[in-house]
Structures are given as structure tokens and as C-alpha cells.
């Protein structure tokens, strides 16, 4: 009896974990960069992944993204023709920019999620700290909803994107990235309660 109990324990534990799909319509993917004496700003509007978490082990989350080059909009569509050429990330050669996760672990009320991140054909390990901010079930669906915020900075050189890096400081090399995602696991049926905050 002990051993059913202990092993029904565990598999309520394990049921907690979720796999959500990244709803593209309520998530954004935002960048800057330093432009003369301002800043440019743009966003990716063509992406899709998925999360896998748990708030029990935060540990074992798994992450998987990816984002389509050509979907690059920084409201000047010459600019955005420019900055998919050669001169910067070469969509036709490399298409996607990727993430995939291979470990996590919290840190104060952040989670950090580690993986490789690939961009213009070179592949290098980043550290996304992530803030959850929040989980619930959605009003229409009763499917699990979680939302999730980050920010990164990333160097253009370090992935070969680096035209202009040395024109008498016309556009910086850093990028700050800020990623707001809202995600979404399967329905189970007729809604039952709302979302809730962290």
C-alpha cells in the first residue's frame, strides 16, 4: 500500500509538468541597437516554439524556438530589405535564428535557461534569464496559460553579423533583446477559473 501511495505521489508530480505552445499573436520578439547618437528598434513577427514547465522543478524546464529571418520589421521596409542581405544576416543563406535549451535552474525569483542559440550559421551557448509571470488556465478553454519575460544582451560580431561594427560608430554592436511570451498547453475542456499572476 505504501509503495501505491508513494508512486501515485510521484505521478501527480510529474502531471504538473506542461507543454505549451508559444501563441505568436499575444508574444513578441523586440531588439535595439545603438544608432548614431539613438537607438533603432524592431521586432521579429514570425516565430513559434515550446515550453516545457514545471513550477514544482523549475530545473527541468526545456525550451525550444524558432524565429524566421525574413519576418525581421523595423518600420522602414528599405531597412529591413538592407538587413536581411549579406551585409547582415543573410536570409537566404540562414534563415532561422534557433534556441534550444539544455539546462535551467533558478536563481532568486528568476529562472536561468541555458542553450545553444544559433544566428547566422554560428552556434553559441546563452543564458536567458527568465521571469515567470504568471500561470492559469485560459477563461474560453480551460487550457494551462503561462506568461514569461526576458531580456539579453547579444553582440553582433559574436555571430558574424557585424557590418558596420567599425564606421566611426554608426550602428553599436550590442543588441538588447526583450522577449515577452504568452504560452499555451492543451484545452481540457470547459473554462473553469482565470489566469493568476506569479
Known amino acids: 500500500m505504501l509503495i501505491a501511495t508513494c508512486i501515485a505521489f510521484l505521478m501527480a508530480g510529474s502531471a504538473l509538468a506542461e507543454t505549451y505552445s ?42 525550444e524556438a524558432t524565429i524566421q529571418v525574413s519576418s525581421i520589421d523595423t518600420g522602414n521596409e528599405k ?7 549579406a551585409d547582415f ?12 535549451s539544455t539546462k535551467a535552474r533558478k536563481k532568486g525569483d528568476q529562472l536561468l535557461v541555458t542553450g545553444d542559440f544559433t544566428m547566422h550559421g554560428v552556434t553559441k551557448e546563452v543564458t536567458l534569464p527568465v521571469e515567470v509571470l504568471g500561470m492559469g488556465a485560459h477563461p474560453r478553454n480551460n487550457a494551462p496559460i503561462a506568461g514569461f519575460d526576458s531580456q539579453i544582451v547579444l ?6 553579423v557585424n557590418s558596420w561594427t567599425d564606421m566611426a560608430g554608426v550602428l553599436g554592436d550590442e543588441v538588447k533583446v526583450s522577449l515577452t511570451i504568452e504560452a499555451m498547453g492543451k484545452a481540457k475542456g470547459k473554462a473553469k477559473g482565470k489566469a493568476k499572476g506569479k
Open 22 to 63: 508559444i501563441d505568436k499573436v499575444h508574444s513578441s520578439v523586440a531588439f535595439s541597437i545603438r544608432h548614431l547618437v539613438s537607438r533603432t528598434s524592431g521586432t521579429f513577427n514570425d516565430f513559434a516554439g515550446t515550453i516545457e514547465y514545471d513550477p514544482a522543478h523549475p530545473e527541468k524546464a526545456q525550451v
Open 79 to 85: 531597412r529591413d530589405g538592407h538587413l536581411k542581405k
Open 89 to 100: 544576416f543573410d536570409a537566404a543563406k540562414y534563415s532561422t535564428i534557433t534556441f534550444k
Open 155 to 160: 553582440k553582433r560580431s559574436d555571430f558574424g
